[in-house]
């Protein structure tokens, strides 16, 4: 899984993909409503449940319709426009919040921050579910080659519950302790989420298996130039001779599963051309 410069990328994105998925405020507005709803002032058991049912059913309405579509577009572009959104979110209801306590501690209330840190609280819900909830397996299929795909999935699924373990244990003593100031680190938090996808998260969408197989240096320049030769050859007639340097080191678990898959391709060619693949 570590060998290769490509294989500790993908790792990388594994880790930090699980994280993301249980640590970008998802767990912070679902488990401790209570306490949210208490910072907007909505404290009646009549209000609470309300917006709880309110939001269940948005957020069934916009995961189905997004999970429909979200795949049509870039896995890269979808990831950076949910954290982006998030952030935004983050970062309004922040200043909600600040704006509520203030009017508290002066024995006032303020009508306008608390209608627009609800509408906030509901626009969450599609933001994450562009990117964290309906593109995560689908993106870890598509990063990693089919040998590593389960090790992959797994690290994901460690590093999830790791994440999850800390917002349940941590978020409602962060919340106590330091009231709206805590929604700060997670604009800070969700801000480095952007950031991480922007630099490190390769395009997967619409690449076949080669070209998923060689996605950011997984395999070496030299065999990527040679199946490159092996389907010119396919197109000239002609038959490769066996590259030097081929044999000075053994081929590599995906470069094996490459090498069949490209001569999968090109066995209808090679009966009529004679193309040699020479291990």
């Given at each position: 899984?570590?060998?290769?410069?490509?294989?500790?990328?993908?790792?990388?994105?594994?880790?930090?993909?699980?994280?993301f998925?249980?640590?970008?405020?998802?767990?912070l507005?679902?488990?401790?409503?209570?306490?949210?709803?208490?910072?907007?002032?909505?404290?009646?058991?009549?209000?609470?449940?309300?917006?709880?049912i309110?939001?269940?059913?948005?957020?069934?309405?916009?995961?189905?319709?997004?999970?429909?579509?979200?795949?049509?577009?870039?896995?890269?572009?979808?990831f950076?426009?949910?954290?982006g959104?998030?952030?935004?979110?983050?970062?309004?209801?922040?200043?909600?919040?600040?704006?509520l306590?203030?009017?508290?501690?002066?024995?006032?209330?303020?009508?306008?921050?608390?209608?627009?840190?609800?509408?906030?609280?509901?626009?969450?819900?599609?933001a994450?579910?562009?990117?964290?909830?309906?593109?995560?397996?689908?993106?870890?299929?598509e990063?990693?080659?089919?040998?590593q795909?389960?090790?992959?999935?797994?690290?994901?699924?460690?590093?999830?519950?790791?994440?999850?373990?800390?917002?349940?244990?941590?978020?409602?003593?962060?919340?106590?302790?330091?009231?709206?100031?805590?929604?700060?680190?997670?604009c800070?938090?969700?801000?480095?989420?952007f950031?991480?996808?922007?630099?490190?998260?390769?395009?997967?969408?619409?690449?076949?298996?080669?070209?998923?197989?060689?996605?950011?240096?997984?395999?070496t320049?030299?065999?990527?130039?040679?199946?490159?030769?092996?389907s010119?050859?396919?197109?000239?007639?002609?038959?490769?001779?066996?590259?030097?340097?081929l044999?000075?080191?053994?081929?590599?678990?995906?470069?094996?599963?490459?090498?069949?898959?490209?001569r999968?391709?090109?066995?209808?060619?090679?009966?009529?051309?004679?193309?040699?693949?020479?291990?």
């Amino acid at each position: 899984m570590v060998r290769t410069p490509g294989m500790r990328r993908r790792v990388v994105i594994s880790v930090f993909l699980g994280l993301f998925t249980q640590m970008s405020g998802n767990t912070l507005l679902s488990y401790y409503q209570s306490l949210l709803f208490a910072l907007m002032g909505y404290t009646s058991d009549y209000a609470k449940t309300r917006i709880n049912i309110a939001n269940q059913c948005w957020s069934l309405m916009n995961a189905v319709v997004i999970a429909l579509v979200v795949t049509r577009f870039r896995r890269r572009w979808m990831f950076m426009l949910s954290a982006g959104a998030m952030t935004m979110i983050f970062m309004s209801m922040t200043i909600c919040f600040q704006r509520l306590q203030l009017a508290k501690s002066q024995g006032t209330t303020n009508k306008a921050a608390q209608i627009a840190s609800l509408v906030f609280y509901f626009a969450y819900s599609p933001a994450y579910n562009i990117g964290n909830n309906s593109l995560t397996y689908t993106y870890l299929v598509e990063l990693f080659p089919y040998a590593q795909r389960t090790m992959g999935i797994g690290i994901e699924q460690l590093f999830g519950k790791l994440g999850g373990f800390f917002s349940i244990y941590v978020n409602p003593i962060a919340i106590d302790a330091i009231q709206w100031k805590y929604f700060a680190v997670y604009c800070a938090w969700i801000t480095f989420e952007f950031t991480f996808v922007y630099f490190m998260y390769p395009e997967t969408y619409n690449r076949t298996l080669e070209e998923l197989a060689f996605c950011k240096s997984h395999c070496t320049v030299f065999w990527r130039n040679y199946i490159l030769m092996l389907s010119q050859c396919s197109k000239t007639r002609s038959s490769p001779t066996r590259p030097s340097g081929l044999s000075k080191r053994p081929l590599t678990m995906v470069e094996r599963e490459l090498l069949c898959t490209t001569r999968a391709r090109l066995r209808p060619l090679s009966a009529q051309h004679k193309v040699l693949f020479v291990m």
